[in-house]
């Protein structure tokens, strides 16, 4: 199989999509998002903004690559069910979840927000030129609610209305927000949106990770400490959980890269070089292949499972350095995470790719995707994002 192929890495993310295409569309309103791994739907009614939003961002790269039927009708249906449904206008926010009740968690998450900014910016580059004023909405929302200007990052947390704001501070939602800033960059070339990437690209993998030994870490406390205690006692948390993750290493290569393309400073490919290599280095499994969750301060595997996204935002950071620096060691990494994604994550049968795996690549659960863990967001984001820097 010859994974360095844009005919391959096509015809991937064809077959992700051909799982969904038929049976995403909710009639209702926006998309369902739980299946089975055999395609089953459950639970029809219940769904999140985030995806809500990366489903938009994969039927928009879907047009793109493949023509507008169906594709173009499904992403419209999205953008419609974000504005119209997810937007409560009352009190000027997006609902997080949503079932055949209504709103049934109207807390405004950063980590939210800065989907619905990718979603619009990807359909405006998409050349759906309505979305603009909705890119420029959304940066104005977390401007005005979420941007801490005396710490330089944004908070993550504020209740339905508004009005209490948690103390906690995090990595990963300015870690998507970053990445949906240079998407809307990319979308409306306004350097605002270029600055603000550079601004927290250089808090979170240059100042935050100086105060730990180089790496990402996950939790701060509102002066920016590092919080070594938080989420100890639950490592499996979904959107938080404790330990150096080694997706988000990698993860922060691939928007470091994508940084470096429009700002080609050298700080920028040293710290995306140095955070992939000592991830893989560090979180390879060399008994049962790909690359493990987690790992604690003394880099000891704190979480043994392995999920679906941390093998792709790696492959797809292996090729980006690869392409950066020329160096053939990131196109073997490529190949070898790859080589065990095909013959572990990926369903032959059903398409599309598992969602978690035990240490010894074992099934955890029939469940392929669901609302806030996953919609293959994060694979076809890899496959395109190779095939738009590398074979474009």
Known sequence: MNFRSKQFLEAHIASILEFYT?????????????????????????????????MIFNYVKAESLFGAAPHKNIWQQGLAYLRNVHWQNERQGYSWTLDKTGVTDETNQCYG??????????????????????????????????????????????????????????????????????LAFEATQDTLFLDRAYLLAKKIAVEQAAKTDGLIWEHFKPDLSIDWHYNKHDPKNLYRPWGYQTGHQTEWTKL???????????????????????????????????????????????????????????????????????????????????????????DHQHGAWYRILNADNSHQSEIKSAAGAKCDYHTIGACTIVLETVFN
């Not at 309103?29 to 739907?41: A, E």
């Not at 993550?156 to 240079?182: F, K, P």
Request: charged letters at 25%; glycine letters at 6%.
């Open 22 to 54: 038929d049976k995403i569309v909710d009639s209702n309103g926006g998309y369902h998002q739980n299946y089975l791994d055999d395609g089953t739907l459950f639970d029809t009614d219940k769904k999140q903004l985030v995806s809500s939003c990366r």
């Open 113 to 182: 927000l800065a989907f619905v900014l990718l979603a619009f910016s990807t359909a405006l580059k998409g050349g759906d030129e309505s979305a603009r004023a909705d890119v420029y909405h959304s940066y104005e929302l977390l401007e005005k609610h979420f941007w801490l200007a005396d710490v330089g990052l944004y908070a993550d947390e504020i209740s339905g209305d508004w009005q209490t704001m948690s103390d906690y501070r995090g990595q990963n939602s300015n870690m998507h927000v970053c990445e949906a800033m240079l």
């Open 256 to 346: 470091l890269l994508m940084l470096h393309k429009h700002r080609p400073e050298a700080w920028i490919l040293t710290r995306a070089k140095e955070l992939f290599d000592r991830a893989v280095s560090t979180a390879w499994d060399e008994t049962h292949g790909g690359l493990f969750y987690g790992y604690d301060t003394q880099g000891k595997i704190c979480d043994d499972d392995k999920y679906f996204w941390v093998q792709a935002e790696s492959f797809a950071a292996a090729a980006l350095l690869a392409h950066a620096t020329g160096e053939e060691q990131y196109w073997q990494w490529y190949d070898k995470i790859w080589a065990y994604s095909w013959q572990h994550f990926i």
